[in-house]
């Protein structure tokens, strides 16, 4: 029974630098990088190889010493450079030097009718299971566990997103692939969860073994967490998969191929660069090689993921394993003289004391900079962030109980069912600017570890 | 601007850790963001672009909404009192005149009372080490709009320190607070000393001069209860009123447009509606608070009427609406966001439950002729109840969910 949801609450941020549908000839990426803290949930992450070490794709590098049957492996073949560590030997990335052609771990193909056990373990050992992420808590999803569901977004309406239909193109087989492996895993449904808003991408569209949604509404209609909740929500004791299209085509190749073949298509987004198009590379590339001779202002801020759940990375900086984007954007250190009190049509704002005629402009794009715009002051506003949150969740006061570390409260008001990009919108339309997303983190912590 | 931000740089190592005045930082903080909004960036995961609103847009949106009661409530102070004393006819008449005697009366009382309330939340500012709030630009302004232009000048920084202090400081400050500032300091006022905010003299500035034959002074609250006492229709009794300065003094059109005794600023529906207007349009206040706390008064002021024993129960219902500060206090008293209901099923309930008792208040007690500005600060004790009754409701809903 495929579901229909059509969705109100929610904000579409639209900024200046969408990609156009075209693979960019960008110079290729040397190096790339597996970054630790990209995986929520890794413990004790524990390094595999040493410098100077040469690598498949499909090699591990890693792996988490509190559940080591999950391997973290290299994306691409080359050479281990560099294996960085900051403060307290906390380890930040490993990064490895590429050979010019990608050469695979062969792990033979994956038999899809072996029991499901079997077969959870066989694609741990792959390199492509940190794809599936276990809800509650957003962690990378324990091979051990069994599902009720399996959830996939097939959109995202992240601001500058990539459209998948375009990125995805030519994968149908390995898309089919990956969800008839899901659906070996989990005793329930695998919901592919498409965009409602148009004709469904050719992709989507031919998917069997799966059930497929539609959703439309502004941002966050395409959050996996949104969808969940509106299809079958996360009560507590429950726990289901989610896992990103870019992630079901790696497990597709992975059962077909029989290797970690992590090569995709990302978009370089942003106002600063001069041309904001697609490219194609592997998971954890360099990001310089698309974005430096290719801005057109100094000074910048490069983002690994999208402006609103993404990290701030530098120009030398990696492409996180779960982005499927990079976004541009001018850096926002200055200080603007009254800037708060002037009239102006330049600035974004889901609030009409600032945007009160942005109606007349609906699809305005618009330059935003990482300027916070204000101090950070005590909850005064009301009534917004349910506005853009259009789950059944009062979001004020989940984030009063995480601030008061109350467990019992926590749980009744729904912690299970977000994680940080869930609320994203709500950081960013907050008056008194709070950090909200990593209260979300720090409550899901407080839960997850009690 | 360069210069001034060169200053700033310059000064900024003072009020710094380590500084010679670092006690009087978020004094520094305060001037310093108001000329300047801050260069803080993002942090490097999250959210990495933010709204442009904050704070002080928000709040300066309010003031701006309320510019229209504060206009129309200097030349009104002005044209009651030269209506009062006979040098006057027409409302256009001696328009001067009459802004100059306005302007006289109130703009002391806006200067005393953001001066008051400014010494206060800086001085708390300082020792409590939080951030100046922007939240006083409104006290500080609604707390002259809901006085009598006769008050006492002293009244009105007592009133102000008190509410600033016991309404919201102790508290923590703006976001903390249960009891809306300025409601508070009117209360305080009420209570403390009510020969100079109740009875018929207080409203209309006569100066040195007599009022004319006849005059009384009353407010339409106060005709409408005797009303009710003598037997008496209320509109009847509110037409005949004061005959001596013009016929229709207590029409319902005069009543909406605010050419009546009262409150500086409360008197004017229309200029009230025009706030509300510029509230809802800038999405700053609740529209659901505002349509059922109308709607709440207009609903007893009916049942009331069925229930009639007496003629000012029997008022029909929509004069609840134009008289006395009913419509002031529904647009910018209930709305405060942070002593409202904070659930938006809540704001339902609590707008519709502030007009009810406002009218009960009005037409059943006769201590207290005004009703809203108690019916308010009551139902700001009330709001987290009905918002514990709100969120419980969403985590049952929870709950069964798990369960079925």
């Keep these: ?450 | 601007m360069k210069f001034l931000r060169d200053l700033m740089d310059k000064q900024r190592p003072l009020f710094e850790k380590g500084g010679k005045l670092e006690s009087l930082y978020y004094a520094f903080e305060a001037g310093e963001t108001f000329l300047f909004s801050p260069n803080h960036t993002t942090a490097i995961k999250g959210a990495q672009v933010k709204d442009a609103i904050d704070l002080k847009r928000m709040m300066i949106t309010v003031v701006i909404a309320m510019i229209p009661c504060l206009l129309f409530g200097i030349y009104n102070t002005g044209h009651q009192s030269l209506l009062a004393t006979g040098a006057t006819a027409g409302l256009w008449d001696n328009f001067g005149d009459k802004a100059i005697i306005g302007l006289q009366l109130v703009l002391p009382i806006v200067i005393v009372a953001y001066a008051a309330g400014g010494l206060v939340e800086a001085v708390f500012a300082v020792i409590r080490k939080h951030p100046i709030n922007e939240g006083f630009l409104v006290t500080g302004m609604l707390i002259p709009l809901v006085v009598p232009a006769t008050t006492p000048l002293w009244q009105v920084a007592l009133a102000t320190i008190f509410a600033v202090v016991i309404a919201k400081e102790v508290f923590g400050g703006t976001g903390m607070n249960i009891l809306n500032v300025a409601m508070t300091a009117r209360a305080f006022l009420y209570f403390a000393y009510p020969a100079q905010i109740s009875g018929d003299l207080v409203w209309t500035y006569l100066g040195e001069k007599t009022a004319v034959d006849g005059f009384s002074g009353a407010t339409a609250l106060a005709v409408a209860y005797n009303a009710g006492v003598d037997g008496v229709p209320v509109v009847d009794a509110l037409a005949e009123h004061n005959t001596a300065l013009g016929a229709d003094l207590f029409s319902f059109a005069n009543m909406f447009m605010g050419w009546i005794p009262g409150s500086i600023g409360e008197t004017s529906t229309l200029m009230a509606l025009l706030g509300a207007a510029i509230l809802i349009g800038t999405g700053v206040a609740s529209w659901k608070i505002i349509v059922s706390g109308f709607a709440g008064a207009y609903l007893m002021g009916l049942l009331l009427n069925v229930l009639a024993v007496n003629e000012y129960m029997a008022m029909p219902p929509q004069y609840h609406w134009v008289m006395g500060g009913l419509a002031f206090g529904i647009v910018f008293m209930a709305t405060d966001p942070v002593s409202a209901a904070q659930t938006e099923t809540g704001k339902w309930i609590y707008g519709l439950l502030i007009g009810v008792l406002t009218v009960i208040i009005r037409v059943t007690n006769p201590a207290y002729p005004e009703g809203i500005m108690l019916a308010v600060l009551f139902m700001n004790v009330f709001a987290p109840l009905i918002d514990y009754y709100v969120v419980k409701a969403n985590k049952t809903r929870r709950l069964q969910r798990a369960t079925v």
């Design chain 1, 1 to 450: 029974m495929s579901k229909i949801v059509k969705l109100n609450k929610g904000f579409d941020i639209r900024l200046v630098g969408k990609a156009s549908k075209e693979i960019a000839n960008f110079a290729s990426a040397q190096t790339f990088a597996i970054k630790p803290t990209d995986f929520i949930g890794l413990q004790r992450p524990k390094v595999l190889v040493n410098e100077g070490d040469t690598v498949k794709a499909g090699t591990p590098i890693l792996v988490d010493k509190a559940s080591d049957q999950v391997i973290y492996a290299s994306p691409v073949s080359g050479e281990i450079v560099e294996i960085k560590r900051g403060d307290r030997r906390k380890l930040l990335e490993i990064k490895i030097l590429a050979d010019k052609t990608v050469i695979h771990e062969n792990f033979g193909k994956i038999d899809l009718s072996q029991n499901r056990d079997s077969l959870a373990a066989k694609l741990a050992s792959t390199g492509v299971w940190p794809n599936i992420i276990q809800r509650p808590f957003g962690i990378v999803a324990n091979p051990a566990d069994t599902p009720k569901a399996i959830f996939i977004s097939a959109f995202d309406t992240h601001p500058l997103a990539p459209d998948y239909g375009f990125t995805l193109q030519g994968e149908e087989k390995y898309l089919q692939a990956g969800i008839d492996a899901l659906a070996k895993l989990t005793p329930g449904k695998v919901h592919l969860n498409v965009d409602g808003s148009k004709p469904i991408d050719a992709i989507f569209s031919g998917v069997k073994n799966a059930q497929i949604n539609q959703f439309s509404g502004p941002h966050p209609a395409g959050n996996v967490g949104i969808q969940i909740h509106h299809l079958d929500p996360i009560n507590k004791g429950d726990l289901v998969w989610t896992v990103s299209p870019a992630g079901v085509v790696q497990i597709g190749k992975a059962v077909l191929e029989g290797v970690y073949d992590t090569s995709k298509i990302i978009a370089v987004t942003g106002s600063e660069l001069t041309k904001a198009a697609y490219v194609k590379t592997f998971v954890g590339a360099n990001v310089s090689a698309f974005v430096k001779g290719n801005l057109n202002s100094g000074h910048v801020r490069v983002i690994s993921g999208n402006v609103l759940t993404g990290e701030k990375i530098n120009l030398e900086g990696f492409l996180g394993f779960y982005h499927n984007q990079i976004t541009v954007i001018p850096e926002g250190d200055y200080y603007e003289f009254l800037g708060w009190a002037k009239p102006t049509a330049s600035k974004l704002s889901y609030h009409r004391a600032l945007g009160l005629l942005s109606f007349l402009t609906p699809k305005k794009e618009f330059v935003l900079d990482s300027n916070c715009r204000g101090e950070e002051r005590a909850f005064v506003q009301t009534g917004v962030f349910e506005s853009v949150t259009p789950m059944d969740i009062l979001p004020v006061y989940l984030l009063k109980a995480i601030m008061a570390e109350d467990f019992d409260e926590m749980e009744e008001l729904g912690i299970y069912e977000i994680v940080e990009e869930d609320l994203a919108l709500c950081e960013f339309v907050d008056v008194s600017k709070h950090p909200v997303q990593e209260l979300v983190r720090k409550g899901i912590e407080l839960i997850q570890y009690s």
